[in-house]
């Protein structure tokens, strides 16, 4: 072998050295490239989370109903401490409020503790300028309710870990709560970050903002009026519906007594937005079911007499009985003096099917249409069902379960000409840059009645509140319309308590231009019961201030 | 033609050694020494330094390294035995490597890889035909070599001890010693060897995590794994220059033994082509050199040098690419470190000065 070869050999083997490396480099470059990239990434990578707020709440004012803050809370990665008694100590001195309960979980085992959470600002950035190891700060959102009890049940709340219980809040929680942001980042084998990637904008860390058809004002003075009443006849409690009948938009949505929003974890009883979610039998308010059905097909005239037996109607089956006994009565007179008799005789002039498929238009049975969970459909039995005492007792308002919000949406229909507009709470909502939609489906006027069914609903609710029960609802200078309630409760043992009653008032004004439709009811009064004692009044003190509001009337 | 690749190609090395070394230091530099640019700058010195050296080594005529070879191979075991002197011998990383100058530190280690060639090339040319016979051929480049080489375990550097067995056996064989005799001892040096690798718990654990990197990835195969997932991050065209994060802290040895994963993995499989490419290059013109030199102790010069930087280039790459066990080897011309640079640049020199020597 000559040198040649020799050195050819050698060559040839570091050329062949060289050669291999070159393919095992292309093996791993670009045959597990893309594998290898997945490990590297996964151990570069870090993904925060961000905290998000959900957007504010607003009424049609853009006045604020609820809205979000950071607050701070102060955790601990007792993991990562090496001598958690030194970090206690030195915690306890900068924030004395500690208890030892708290600190005692500097010692355990886990990677992530809470020690204290919503944290006084101060306090929170004395602990930060400590930097301990393995103590941080983070941001927090907290749910704030800037009026406190006002619109407190129809807002819901927010629990301390971001879960929506009831009302806006949980209904339309998918607008309001942002996407929860985790970006990634880039982290050195250090832990420090180096850069993030899709960080969020900032307003990609707020949810939408929520529009309301409420108006604080009329909200607030609803719920001032129905305190008063509350307070003055000893009642258990009380609800108001205010709401425009050409839009269908609620205005007010009053329950008292009040809850405060921020101070969830109390009242759990009072958190029923019973004007919206107790259903019960209507009583005789639901008597404009019976009459404007009547109107509407014809059967009724305005000078006709109807014989309303002296107050007492044997039928043999029940017995019907009503306050005011009279022996004829014009159809006005009727329901002015809200007698069951005349009630169920120009009812039987209908039958039973026309008067079903009636109740079923006004929208008796089924839900309104805030879109609010706790919005109650009520309930109507077919009318195959009915004996004959049935069909007499819904005639006037028992025997079929409805809502405060049913009624005030008959009302409404009444108001609107016999166009039924259902009723919304959701005026619209807006992205935080600045876009508007409504997600809500637009409903569909429907026509309940003529417009001349309509006019002479019109026409006796206006006589009740000028000479009639309602007379405590007249506002001065302001033609009104509406109806008393007073619905005997089921008593605990399923009889009907005469001391148990729902005091309601249901009306419109100004009655020849409806802009205001509003329904108060007063829970369990004391003494005299008659809804145009109780609730009349209160209806009135807040149409006026609806009126002023929004009407722009008086 | 050939003198003008051989510069080329390691000028093309060295620039983009200090590119990369740049790169992958620079955030370490910043965290570590408030200052970048601490190695860019020792690296821009180093590479003057060794320019320098380049230049010089053009004046001296190879005739001169031939006739102090014995001389410089006497001073460069020397060295070796300073390292292991207490108070002279600095270490870094557990192993004594370097003697302290003031300032300057100087890698013996290095310096004996270059006295090793000068010396073989000068014996073997003056043994010749009578390399053939084990006595003369076989017995004393091995005896010589093998002091050097229990020096060299002694600091421990076991990679140099690689190179310099390997480099050893190459001239060796170049310089026509019998194949037999050669296996022979290469039979006789595995049980050292296994010897060596599994006296020590550090070698042992890196022959395990050689042959199972991701069971030992959160320790002994640590290093293996990162580089791996570096290389394979960059694919075609890598990440783009700077853009790689594994040099932060992910990969040990960034800048300087694991250099290749990140040119890997910031300029892609095209990156470790064009290193490659240019290692490939310096191969051939250096064995072009050897093939046409006239002097036999010009020939087993060059071949010797550039055996030295061939065999330390692939050794280097196969630890990138996980092909061998961990061993502490720089890529020539490419990984930051002042003795490692300087003389690669006195071998490129040298081949530059025999490159010319052919013209004439």
Redesign the interface.
């Known amino acids: 072998?000559n040198?040649?070869i020799?050195?050819y050999?050698?060559?040839t083997l570091?050329?062949l050295?060289?050669g291999?490396?070159?393919i095992?480099?292309?093996f791993?470059?670009?045959v597990?490239?893309?594998?290898?990239?997945e490990?590297?990434?996964r151990?570069?990578s870090r993904v925060t989370h961000y905290s998000s707020f959900r957007g504010d709440i607003v009424d049609r004012q853009g006045r604020l109903l609820a809205t979000s803050v950071g607050v701070h809370s102060l955790y601990a990665e007792p993991r990562r401490m090496n001598r958690p008694d030194q970090v206690a100590k030195t915690l306890k001195h900068a924030m004395p409020s500690l208890t030892n309960a708290q600190l005692e979980r500097l010692s355990s085992d886990r990677s992530f503790v809470w020690l204290a959470r919503r944290l006084d600002p101060n306090i929170s950035r004395r602990i930060e300028d400590l930097k301990l190891d393995g103590i941080g700060v983070s941001q927090e959102e907290q749910r704030f309710y800037p009026n406190h009890g006002l619109l407190g049940q129809t807002l819901g709340f927010v629990t301390i870990d971001g879960q929506s219980l009831g009302g806006v809040e949980r209904a339309f929680e998918r607008y309001l709560k942002p996407k929860s942001w985790s970006a990634l980042s880039?982290q050195?084998?250090?832990n420090r970050p180096?850069r993030s990637y899709l960080a969020p904008n900032s307003e990609d860390l707020w949810g939408d903002q929520i529009t309301l058809t409420i108006d604080r004002n009329v909200q607030f003075v609803a719920e001032e009026v129905l305190a008063q009443t509350v307070r003055a006849h000893g009642a258990k409690g009380g609800w108001a519906i205010v709401m425009k009948p050409k839009t269908g938009e609620i205005l007010a949505l009053a329950n008292v007594p009040l809850i405060n929003p921020n101070k969830h974890e109390k009242n759990s009883i009072a958190k029923r937005n019973n004007a919206i979610s107790r259903t019960g039998e209507p009583g005789s308010t639901f008597k404009m079911v019976t009459f404007a059905t009547a109107y509407d097909l014809g059967l009724i005239h305005p000078e006709e007499k109807i014989y309303c037996e002296k107050g007492k109607w044997d039928l043999g089956y029940m017995v019907i009985k009503d306050i005011i006994a009279k022996e004829y009565l014009t159809p006005e007179e009727i329901f002015k003096y809200s007698s069951n008799i005349g009630t169920y005789k120009i009812a039987q002039r209908i039958g039973k099917d026309k008067f079903y498929e009636a109740i079923k238009r006004f929208g008796y049975g089924e839900l309104p249409g805030l879109n609010l969970l706790e919005e109650a459909r009520g309930y109507v039995s077919k009318p195959e069902t009915w004996g004959l005492a049935r069909f007499a007792n819904v005639s006037f308002g028992y025997g079929i379960m409805a809502s405060s919000l049913q009624m005030a949406l008959m009302v409404s229909t009444i108001a609107n000409g016999g166009v039924r507009v259902p009723p919304k709470i959701l005026k619209n909502i807006q992205r935080a840059n600045g876009e508007v939609y409504n997600p809500l489906p637009e409903y569909r006027p429907v026509r309940v009645l003529s417009e001349q069914a309509a006019q002479a609903m019109t026409q006796i609710m206006v006589s009740d509140t000028e000479s009639g029960t309602g007379k405590r609802a007249a506002i001065a200078g302001v033609k009104v319309a509406g109806k008393t309630g007073t619905a005997e409760k089921l008593s605990e043992s399923g009889r009907y308590a005469k001391h148990l009653n729902l005091s309601s008032f249901a009306g419109f004004a100004p009655a020849d231009n409806p802009q205001i439709v509003a329904l108060v009811t007063i829970d369990e009064p004391r003494g005299v019961a008659f809804g145009g004692y109780v609730a009349a009044p209160a209806w009135r003190e807040i149409v006026e201030a609806a009126l002023i509001q929004e009407g722009s009337v008086l | 033609m050939i003198s003008r690749l051989i510069l080329i190609s390691s000028l093309s090395l060295l620039l983009l050694g200090i590119v990369i070394v740049y790169s992958s230091s620079a955030i370490v530099a910043h965290l570590g020494y408030h200052d970048s640019i601490f190695f860019l700058k020792r690296q821009l010195f180093y590479a003057l330094v060794g320019v320098g050296v380049f230049v010089g080594a053009q004046y001296v005529d190879p005739a001169y390294y031939r006739k102090y070879a014995y001389y410089l191979y006497v001073l460069a075991i020397a060295l070796l035995v300073l390292v292991l002197v207490p108070g002279i011998g600095k270490s870094a990383g557990g192993a004594a490597r370097w003697i302290s100058l003031g300032v300057i530190r100087i890698q013996a280690g290095e310096i004996f890889k270059f006295a090793l060639v000068v010396y073989l090339a000068m014996s073997l040319a003056k043994k010749a035909e009578r390399m053939t016979l084990f006595r003369v051929g076989i017995v004393p480049h091995l005896l010589l070599p093998g002091v050097a080489m229990v020096l060299l375990l002694l600091e421990p550097d076991f990679g140099t001890t690689v190179i310099v067995a390997l480099v050893t056996f190459v001239m060796l064989f170049i310089g026509g010693a019998r194949v037999a005799y050669l296996l022979g001892a290469v039979l006789l040096a595995i049980p050292v060897a296994i010897q060596v690798i599994s006296s020590s718990p550090y070698r042992m654990a890196r022959v395990m995590a050689f042959l199972d990197p991701w069971t030992h990835r959160q320790d002994s195969g640590y290093q293996v794994v990162q580089s791996l997932m570096s290389l394979g991050s960059g694919g075609w065209f890598g990440l783009g220059l700077g853009q790689g994060p594994s040099k932060l802290y992910f990969l040990p040895a960034a800048h300087t033994d694991f250099i290749l994963a990140v040119i890997g993995e910031e300029l892609g499989f095209v990156g470790i082509l064009f290193v490659i490419a240019c290692f490939a290059c310096l191969l051939f013109c250096g064995f072009w050199v050897a093939l046409k030199s006239k002097d036999n102790f010009n020939t087993y010069l060059a071949s010797g040098l550039t055996s030295v930087i061939a065999i330390q280039a692939v050794l280097n790459t196969f630890v990138v690419m996980g092909l061998v066990p961990t061993k502490g080897l720089t890529l020539p011309l490419v990984s930051y470190g002042g003795s490692s640079l300087m003389v690669a640049c006195l071998m490129i020199g040298v081949l530059f000065r025999l490159a010319r020597g052919l013209k004439q």
């Open positions: 072998m040198l040649k020799r050195l050999i050698i060559v570091l050329a050295g060289l291999v490396a070159l095992k480099a292309g791993l470059q670009l597990r490239g893309s594998a290898l990239k490990l590297a990434e151990q570069y880039l050195d084998a250090r180096i």
